[in-house]
């Protein structure tokens, strides 16, 4: 059975159970079974809510489960014998508040998740389920659709770095779990006893880099740091951002969980795999180095503006700094890392 159709199942079933007559407690329609999971769209009476139940073969729900709640939906245990005593069931469902199209979003992103891991332990499977909702907690927060142009050139900049550290040697788990812009850090990638943030330009003269804090290249927080500067061009030889989050899935298709928290944090950053086909631009990495940021590198931190200011945003061309480019196995060394 296709998603597409099991989409519209999901519509035609909230539709015909929004008709189902007066009543207390759940209605629902089965869905799909990906694996041992169990899917069915319901409706909780007299609310009428929509919402998508996923029932999972666990014993016990795992210790120290605490469920996620977010903007516009909330997430519950369901406890109704008539969905079956085998699974254990968790509604996902929409408030009032919540917008419909970006509810029935995040529902086809939970199915793609559910349907691509259906081979891993209900455990496992509950975990990432989870996981993936609570990306979604984050995303419903400030929610977006589609990347914006700037945004979709820095989000290929900083996953061109992260292909390059899992290609240079790093750990796959430690290269996700380094990647720290999707999370709100101050930098993009927390690595060793250190950071690194990657600024991107499209620009074929200059390289405009737009410094978003006093604090971001403040080593006095975090040191050393370093900047990453990449530049792209637009080429029919390069590949979309989709094709390079692809190319770096089956880089880390041998580790589920890293491969599981890159998609979170893709999530966390506004990317969503049901819009991919808006990301039409062909990029090509021509260039890639690294600085040092210390006394020498032109920048702005709380210690060197005037007393008083207390925040600013400013812009560098770094192609106008003086400071040496760094080979990446120098960072590596400075920044502890074997």
């Known amino acids: 059975m296709t998603l597409l159709f099991i989409e519209d199942e999901i519509l035609a079933s909230w539709k015909a159970l929004n008709n189902s007559g ?10 799909t079974s990906p694996g041992d999971c169990r ?6 009476f007299p609310e009428n809510e929509e919402a998508l139940l996923v029932g999972f073969n666990l014993e016990v729900l795992p210790i120290n489960t605490q469920l ?32 419909l199209e970006i509810f029935l979003t995040m529902v086809r992103d939970i199915l793609i998740m559910v349907s691509k891991k259906s081979d891993m332990s209900p455990v496992a499977l509950f975990s990432a389920f989870i996981g993936r909702i609570r990306a979604w907690q984050d995303f419903m927060s400030k929610p977006r659709a589609v990347l914006g142009a700037e945004a979709e050139a820095g989000l290929f900049g900083e996953l061109t770095f992260l292909g390059l550290l899992i290609d240079s040697g790093l750990s796959i788990s430690n290269a996700v779990e380094s990647w720290y ?20 330009t499209l ?36 590949c979309t951002l989709s094709k390079l989050i692809d190319d770096i899935r089956a880089m880390l298709s041998l580790d589920r969980q890293a491969l599981s928290e890159f998609d979170n944090r893709l999530l966390r950053v506004g990317y969503l795999d049901s819009e991919s086909e808006h ?36 812009e560098i061309d770094i192609d106008q700094v003086e400071a040496i480019e760094v080979p990446l196995i120098e960072v590596y060394r400075e920044l502890g890392i074997d």
Do not use: C
């Not at 509604?91 to 009032?96: A, E, K, P, S, T």
């Open 181 to 200: 812009g999707p999370l709100g850090g101050l930098q993009d990638f927390m690595l060793g006893h250190g950071a690194i943030e990657i600024k991107t």
């Open 22 to 31: 007066s009543g207390i407690g759940w209605q629902a329609v089965p869905v």
């Open 279 to 314: 990301y039409t631009r062909s990029f090509l990495a021509i260039e890639i180095r690294n600085f040092l940021v210390d006394e020498r590198f032109p920048r702005m931190i709380p210690g060197t503006v005037p007393f008083g200011v207390k925040s600013a945003k400013y």
């Open 39 to 44: 899917i069915v769209a319901a409706r909780h």
């Open 68 to 99: 996620p709640e977010g903007k516009g939906f909330r997430v519950e245990i369901i406890r109704d014998v008539r969905l079956g005593p085998d699974h254990t069931w968790i509604g996902l469902i929409r408030q009032d508040s919540g917008s």
């Open 203 to 238: 620009a074929e003269k200059g390289f405009p880099a737009k410094v978003h804090s006093l604090e971001q290249l403040d080593d006095s927080i975090v040191r050393p740091i370093f900047l990453g500067a990449v530049r792209l061009s637009q080429n029919i030889t390069g």
